[in-house]
C-alpha cells in the first residue's frame, strides 16, 4: 500500500500501511486508540520532497505518521520520530549515492523537525495532530 500526498486516511488504511512498512510502535497506538482524526500527509512540511535527485518524501510520510499518532508529552516517542526520520533520509541518499553531496541533508532535516514540530506550535503536521 502506497500513501499519497494530500489524500486522507482513515485510521484503518494506515494501520495496514503501518503493518506492510514494519511500523509496530504506530500499529500498537491504532490498535488501542482508533479515534483519531483521518490521516492526511503534505510529504516533506516546508521542506522539498526531493533534493539534489534524491526523493525522500516516503521517510516523510512515514515520519508524519508517527506525528500523527503520537501521543502528548511524550518526549521519547517524538526523539524517536525524528531518529527513524534522520535514519531513513541517511539511507535514501545512501542507496541513491549521493553520501558526498547531501551528507548532511538528515542533520538539517533533523534539526528542522526538532524544532518545528514540538506540539506547542499550533500546526497541522505538530506532534499529536491526530488528536486534534
Avoid at 508517527?66 to 525524528?82: K, N, S, V
Wanted: net charge negative; hydrophobic share 40%; with cysteine.
Amino acid at each position: 500500500m502506497e500513501l499519497l500526498i494530500g489524500q486522507e486516511y482513515s485510521v484503518q488504511e494506515v494501520l495496514e500501511f503501518a503493518t506492510e512498512n514494519n511500523m509496530p510502535e504506530v500499529a500498537a497506538i491504532l490498535l488501542t486508540d482508533p479515534n483519531l482524526i483521518p490521516f492526511k500527509t503534505d510529504g516533506c512540511s516546508m521542506f522539498p520532497d526531493t533534493v539534489d535527485g534524491v526523493c525522500i518524501s516516503s521517510a516523510c510520510i512515514k515520519h508524519d505518521i508517527r506525528y500523527w499518532c503520537g501521543l502528548h508529552g511524550d518526549t521519547q516517542a517524538r526523539l524517536d520520530a525524528d531518529l527513524k526520520l534522520k535514519f531513513d533520509i541517511e539511507e535514501l541518499v545512501r542507496i541513491a549515492g549521493k553520501t558526498d553531496s547531501l551528507r548532511a541533508l538528515d542533520d538539517i532535516v533533523f534539526a528542522g523537525v526538532r524544532l518545528g514540530g514540538s506540539e506547542m506550535w499550533p500546526t497541522s503536521f505538530r506532534w499529536g495532530s491526530g488528536y486534534s
